[in-house]
């Protein structure tokens, strides 16, 4: 039994309903108790989905225990199909059902429906959403895909990308941009947008551009053990990845890389003078491993941040996370505890998060600004307007998301100077955008954080305190912490301005 | 009194029983507002992912930084035996109480896959209160899927509450229902200003409000989704007062009427205290349900709001019914609001979300109340929809909230006709 107060993802079930919803002429048949329908206004609401996700849900009741839960589940499954007349038929249960051990599969097949149909095995208490999509996923293609002659042309599939991903839609219109520019054409992508002919004719492309192996993996490597079909295992967000994810094609097929139109205004951004107030800020990254890994490269080769924590929430990513945080000389955080993360945050007290929708809300409550860039995400984290992560168009759009919850660089330095201007002080926030000023009332839990770990044995002087809040806000905890470590080190009881500044000459860097 | 009448409107019309796909949420998710009301209570959900998962979706965005509610989720070696899944409990609530030494009331909360491996928290919420007896007291409840609806999560909660009350032969009256502090507040000065005394609300905002109940204790219901919580009050000796819920200006009027008849209000007081925001709230409905009158309405089952609602949008708002779906009907409890309703319109009960779609499709109705996984795959259709689950969210009872709640269904419409670059999804 684990206590949770927010997860990071859902059961596997939901995993396998992004996929099918994802999808087109799928349906699923969820064997599940009235309740388990929450799932759709993640898609309906969330993502603004204009459909409801083909999705019947069994609805069984404590009445039906016992009784006959089995015929329901049938019935359901010959409603559904007669009404839906899908091309697919996915079968499987929720966490409640698993535990009355129906076999939707077995019952399933009973009915002799005049399509395929794939019975899910979503182990609840075991795993997750991601590996409830990937496997989910993998089943599909392991029953429809078929061995075919390649296809004339340069092709590849793009896998992975489903209903309520972060940022698919954009990222699958921006691949197929990138992909084009080097001649290649998409033959499917799968599981967002792709019908079951579709994935019957998975297996005529030239390789797979595995777009996120959070929700693609299983299905890639089944590929390329059984039609030989290579896969791609960069994931090109950030302009590092962009190249050497052209360079790994080149490897696989014939292209002339210097065809591949991957101009992107992030380098010369990071390059321009502006940009010098975000050389050595201190970043905080979490998301998923794809997510958290690719943002660790390019906070710290592309626009010069110090990466100092890096962790992901799904322990499928545990061990090529932990070997990349090691490069950073960081030992990864590897937790779907929410609490266990947000401890870290406050230890390590960073001046800007990039996380999910959790961090985010952690950094609401420290005072810490946070850009998301993985999933968990929020209706907010699905724009109107275009903005892929990956490819050069997602490069651009990850220096500005970065960027804007900062204050910027000429401010800062006001900032500094005129620390206590009565309209122009720091606890108004960055300028351009009030709504979001982390305010007064945040910073006390940041002081709490500190005087907690240094266990309120040592006093800071009235003028030290003072001269403290001289300090800007997004570095402030930071100062606090290491002064207090500073003088705990040195046997001091009491903090004086002299000591503050003692502390700062010592951790100088 | 309309108890007086002859039994009318839809007392006695048929209803469609449907069962099928229910598209609405399990008990579980009246934790949500409960836990904001219930200020010294944590609930502890002993359940799967899936409830974990429920909450926080549900909840929309995650508001509260650390709630006080959270999920003991079970996993694989929990199911294995028995005696180590209570051990595993007893751990969880230990590592809980330590954290969160403000916790008077822990609610040990049943959901469906603790439910069907039949584990015993009754069993396990006796022991607990031994053990940290008397400064937490630990009470067990159902919120699973399997057995409640959406608010009848909060009718199981309350339930278990009154089960352990105190018995009392005091002359009061208890008011059952979780309100906003607002609608909450307006109520009591209301009962207050009508002479009345001894006035108690069920559940209690913390755990010192002493409530107890007897066979000289009167309740009503203020919210219609409470049918389990008034059995148990009436096995507790209490005696019910029936009333058209309180909402708009005539249900509000009803609902106090019909408990001054009781404790013997004059009739002068009683007009003393209730003309000035009546008519207030008359006036105020007037304005905003302009763009209501005439348009016919569908609702969804949702919450078992939407009888009494029904009965106001109809009789004050001036809108057509077409169907008016409820996910259970207690009948004695939503009886006065019925027998308002006019003939001839569909009551459905249950659910069979892909033929309530049909039926809704063939209406076109102007407005549509319905769920979150619904709305927007019907805007998308050219329906005008409202989301039901803001109605147990907002304050909408009594006088000064009755043309709020007329206005939450005025918006959509006022939107649909204001936009006037089409709806392609």
């Given at each position: 039994?684990k206590l949770?107060?927010w997860?990071?993802?859902?059961?596997?079930h939901?995993?396998?309903?992004?996929?099918?919803?994802?999808?087109?002429k799928?349906h699923?048949?969820?064997?599940?108790?009235?309740?388990?329908?929450?799932?759709?206004?993640?898609?309906?609401?969330i993502?603004?989905?204009n459909?409801?996700?083909?999705?019947?849900?069994?609805?069984?009741?404590?009445r039906?225990?016992?009784?006959d839960?089995?015929s329901l589940?049938?019935?359901?499954?010959?409603?559904?199909y007669?009404?839906f007349?899908?091309?697919?038929?996915?079968?499987?249960?929720?966490?409640?059902?698993?535990l009355?051990?129906?076999?939707?599969?077995?019952?399933?097949?009973t009915?002799g429906?005049p399509v395929?149909?794939?019975?899910l095995?979503?182990?609840?208490?075991q795993r997750k959403e991601?590996?409830?999509a990937?496997?989910?996923f993998?089943?599909?293609?392991?029953?429809?895909?078929?061995?075919?002659?390649?296809?004339?042309?340069?092709?590849?599939?793009l896998?992975?990308?489903?209903?309520?991903?972060?940022?698919h839609?954009?990222?699958?219109l921006?691949?197929t941009?990138?992909?084009?520019?080097?001649g290649?054409k998409v033959n499917i992508?799968?599981p967002?947008?792709?019908t079951p002919?579709?994935?019957?004719?998975i297996?005529?492309?030239?390789f797979n551009?595995?777009?996120y192996p959070?929700?693609?993996e299983?299905?890639?490597?089944?590929?390329?053990r059984?039609?030989s079909?290579?896969?791609?295992k960069?994931?090109?967000?950030?302009v590092?990845?962009?190249?050497?994810?052209v360079e790994?094609?080149s490897?696989i097929?014939?292209?002339?890389?210097s065809?591949?139109?991957?101009?992107?205004?992030?380098?010369?951004?990071?390059?321009?003078?502006?940009?010098?107030y975000?050389t050595?800020?201190?970043?905080?990254i979490?998301?998923?491993?794809?997510?958290?890994m690719?943002?660790?490269?390019i906070?710290?080769?592309?626009?010069?941040f110090?990466v100092?924590?890096?962790?992901?929430?799904?322990?499928e990513?545990?061990r090529?996370?932990?070997?990349?945080?090691?490069?950073?000389?960081?030992d990864?955080?590897?937790?779907?505890?929410?609490?266990?993360?947000?401890?870290?945050?406050?230890a390590?007290?960073p001046e800007?998060?990039?996380?999910?929708?959790m961090?985010?809300?952690?950094?609401?409550?420290?005072?810490i600004?946070?850009a998301?860039?993985?999933?968990?995400?929020?209706?907010?984290?699905?724009?109107?307007?275009?903005?892929p992560?990956m490819?050069?168009?997602?490069?651009?759009?990850?220096?500005d998301?970065?960027?804007?919850?900062?204050?910027?660089?000429?401010?800062e330095?006001?900032?500094?100077?005129f620390?206590?201007d009565?309209?122009?002080?720091?606890?108004?926030?960055?300028?351009?955008?009030?709504?979001?000023?982390?305010g007064?009332?945040?910073?006390?839990?940041i002081?709490?954080?500190?005087?907690?770990?240094?266990?309120?044995?040592?006093?800071?002087?009235?003028?030290a305190?003072?001269?403290?809040k001289?300090?800007?806000?997004?570095?402030r905890g930071?100062?606090?912490?290491?002064?207090e470590k500073?003088?705990?080190?040195?046997?001091?009881?009491?903090?004086?301005?002299e000591?503050?500044?003692?502390?700062?000459?010592?951790y100088a860097? | 009194?309309?108890?007086?009448?002859s039994?009318?409107?839809?007392?006695n019309?048929?209803?469609l029983?449907?069962?099928?796909?229910?598209e609405?949420?399990?008990?579980l998710?009246s934790?949500?507002?409960?836990?904001?009301?219930?200020?010294?209570?944590f609930?502890l959900?002993?359940?799967?992912?899936?409830?974990a998962?429920?909450?926080?979706?549900?909840?929309?965005?995650?508001v509260?930084?650390?709630?006080?509610?959270?999920?003991?989720?079970l996993?694989?070696?929990?199911?294995?035996?028995?005696?180590?899944?209570?051990?595993e409990?007893?751990?969880?609530?230990?590592e809980?109480?330590?954290r969160?030494?403000d916790?008077?009331?822990?609610?040990?909360?049943?959901?469906?896959?603790?439910?069907?491996?039949k584990?015993?928290?009754?069993?396990?919420?006796?022991?607990?209160?031994?053990r940290?007896?008397?400064?937490v007291?630990?009470?067990?409840y159902s919120?699973?899927?399997?057995?409640?609806?959406?608010t009848?999560?909060?009718?199981?909660?309350?339930e278990?509450?009154?089960?352990?009350?105190e018995p009392?032969?005091?002359?009061?009256?208890?008011?059952?229902?979780?309100?906003p502090d607002i609608?909450?507040?307006?109520?009591?000065?209301?009962?207050?200003?009508?002479?009345l005394?001894?006035?108690?609300?069920?559940?209690?905002v913390?755990?010192?409000d002493k409530v107890s109940?007897?066979?000289?204790?009167?309740?009503?219901?203020a919210?219609?989704?409470?049918?389990?919580s008034f059995e148990?009050?009436?096995?507790?000796?209490?005696?019910?007062?029936?009333?058209?819920?309180?909402?708009?200006a005539s249900?509000?009027?009803?609902?106090?009427?019909a408990?001054?008849?009781?404790?013997g209000?004059s009739?002068?007081?009683?007009?003393?205290?209730?003309?000035a925001?009546r008519?207030?709230a008359?006036?105020?409905?007037?304005?905003?349900?302009?763009i209501?009158?005439?348009?016919?309405?569908?609702?969804?089952?949702?919450?078992?709001l939407?009888?009494?609602l029904?009965?106001?949008l109809?009789?004050?708002?001036?809108?057509k019914?077409i169907?008016?779906?409820?996910?259970?009907?207690?009948?004695?409890?939503?009886?006065?609001?019925?027998?308002?309703l006019?003939?001839?319109?569909?009551?459905?009960?249950?659910?069979?979300?892909?033929?309530?779609?049909d039926?809704?499709?063939d209406?076109?109705p102007d407005l549509?109340?319905?769920g979150?996984g619904?709305?927007?795959?019907?805007e998308?259709?050219?329906l005008?929809?409202k989301?039901a689950?803001?109605?147990?969210?907002?304050?909408?009872?009594?006088?000064?909230?009755?043309a709020?709640?007329?206005?939450?269904?005025a918006?959509?419409?006022?939107?649909s006709?204001?936009?006037?670059?089409?709806r392609?999804?």
């Amino acid at each position: 039994m684990k206590l949770s107060v927010w997860t990071y993802e859902g059961p596997p079930h939901v995993g396998a309903i992004r996929v099918a919803t994802g999808m087109e002429k799928v349906h699923l048949v969820l064997h599940a108790p009235q309740g388990d329908t929450y799932a759709d206004l993640l898609f309906t609401m969330i993502e603004r989905r204009n459909h409801r996700p083909p999705v019947t849900y069994t609805t069984f009741q404590a009445r039906d225990l016992g009784s006959d839960t089995a015929s329901l589940f049938k019935k359901a499954c010959i409603e559904a199909y007669e009404r839906f007349k899908p091309e697919l038929l996915l079968v499987g249960a929720s966490c409640t059902a698993e535990l009355i051990q129906d076999d939707p599969g077995g019952l399933a097949e009973t009915l002799g429906l005049p399509v395929p149909v794939v019975p899910l095995e979503l182990p609840s208490y075991q795993r997750k959403e991601n590996f409830g999509a990937d496997e989910t996923f993998f089943q599909i293609v392991k029953t429809l895909s078929r061995p075919l002659e390649k296809t004339s042309e340069i092709t590849c599939n793009l896998i992975g990308p489903t209903a309520l991903g972060f940022r698919h839609r954009d990222d699958v219109l921006e691949m197929t941009k990138l992909l084009n520019s080097m001649g290649i054409k998409v033959n499917i992508c799968a599981p967002y947008s792709a019908t079951p002919k579709d994935i019957e004719l998975i297996s005529q492309a030239h390789f797979n551009v595995l777009m996120y192996p959070e929700t693609g993996e299983m299905a890639c490597r089944y590929l390329e053990r059984t039609y030989s079909q290579p896969f791609t295992k960069t994931v090109p967000i950030g302009v590092g990845a962009i190249s050497d994810f052209v360079e790994e094609i080149s490897e696989i097929v014939e292209i002339n890389t210097s065809d591949a139109d991957t101009y992107s205004q992030l380098p010369w951004y990071s390059a321009s003078v502006d940009s010098t107030y975000l050389t050595s800020k201190r970043v905080f990254i979490f998301g998923d491993g794809t997510h958290a890994m690719t943002a660790a490269r390019i906070a710290r080769d592309e626009i010069g941040f110090e990466v100092v924590g890096l962790g992901c929430f799904n322990r499928e990513m545990a061990r090529p996370m932990r070997k990349f945080a090691a490069t950073f000389g960081l030992d990864a955080l590897i937790s779907d505890d929410y609490l266990e993360v947000e401890k870290h945050i406050q230890a390590v007290a960073p001046e800007l998060i990039l996380g999910t929708q959790m961090e985010r809300h952690i950094g609401k409550r420290l005072g810490i600004p946070c850009a998301v860039i993985s999933a968990p995400v929020h209706v907010q984290d699905f724009p109107a307007r275009y903005s892929p992560q990956m490819g050069p168009e997602g490069a651009n759009v990850i220096f500005d998301t970065w960027v804007h919850p900062l204050v910027m660089g000429l401010e800062e330095h006001l900032l500094t100077m005129f620390r206590e201007d009565f309209e122009f002080h720091d606890e108004a926030g960055p300028s351009h955008h009030a709504a979001h000023s982390p305010g007064q009332k945040n910073e006390p839990q940041i002081v709490e954080a500190a005087h907690s770990t240094a266990e309120n044995r040592i006093i800071w002087l009235k003028d030290a305190e003072k001269e403290l809040k001289k300090i800007p806000f997004f570095v402030r905890g930071k100062a606090r912490k290491n002064t207090e470590k500073y003088a705990e080190n040195n046997g001091f009881s009491e903090i004086s301005i002299e000591t503050l500044y003692e502390a700062k000459a010592h951790y100088a860097r | 009194m309309s108890s007086e009448k002859s039994l009318a409107g839809c007392m006695n019309a048929p209803v469609l029983k449907e069962r099928g796909q229910h598209e609405v949420f399990c008990g579980l998710t009246s934790i949500i507002w409960l836990h904001r009301k219930m200020q010294d209570a944590f609930f502890l959900v002993v359940g799967s992912r899936t409830c974990a998962h429920l909450l926080q979706s549900a909840a929309g965005v995650m508001v509260f930084a650390e709630p006080r509610f959270g999920t003991a989720i079970l996993e694989e070696t929990d199911l294995a035996g028995m005696a180590d899944a209570q051990q595993e409990l007893e751990r969880t609530v230990e590592e809980l109480l330590s954290r969160r030494t403000d916790i008077k009331r822990l609610f040990l909360v049943g959901s469906c896959p603790s439910e069907v491996i039949k584990l015993d928290l009754a069993t396990a919420a006796e022991k607990l209160s031994e053990r940290y007896f008397p400064k937490v007291n630990v009470i067990n409840y159902s919120g699973s899927g399997i057995e409640t609806t959406f608010t009848q999560g909060e009718d199981a909660c309350l339930e278990a509450v009154i089960r352990g009350l105190e018995p009392s032969n005091e002359r009061q009256l208890v008011i059952l229902g979780a309100l906003p502090d607002i609608v909450h507040d307006q109520m009591l000065r209301l009962l207050e200003q009508l002479g009345l005394k001894n006035v108690f609300v069920l559940p209690q905002v913390r755990v010192d409000d002493k409530v107890s109940v007897g066979s000289n204790t009167h309740f009503i219901c203020a919210q219609p989704f409470l049918g389990a919580s008034f059995e148990e009050m009436v096995r507790r000796g209490a005696k019910p007062i029936f009333a058209p819920f309180p909402f708009g200006a005539s249900g509000t009027t009803e609902w106090l009427k019909a408990i001054c008849g009781i404790f013997g209000v004059s009739k002068e007081t009683f007009e003393a205290v209730t003309d000035a925001p009546r008519r207030r709230a008359e006036i105020a409905i007037e304005k905003v349900s302009k763009i209501l009158t005439g348009r016919s309405l569908f609702l969804f089952p949702d919450s078992q709001l939407e009888i009494p609602l029904a009965r106001f949008l109809n009789q004050e708002c001036g809108m057509k019914l077409i169907e008016v779906g409820s996910p259970y009907i207690h009948k004695q409890l939503v009886g006065p609001d019925l027998q308002l309703l006019p003939e001839g319109i569909i009551i459905s009960e249950g659910q069979d979300v892909d033929k309530q779609l049909d039926r809704v499709f063939d209406h076109m109705p102007d407005l549509t109340v319905c769920g979150l996984g619904l709305a927007n795959p019907l805007e998308a259709k050219g329906l005008t929809t409202k989301w039901a689950i803001e109605l147990v969210f907002s304050p909408i009872h009594f006088y000064e909230q009755a043309a709020d709640l007329a206005s939450l269904f005025a918006r959509p419409i006022n939107r649909s006709e204001k936009l006037k670059i089409g709806r392609v999804a």
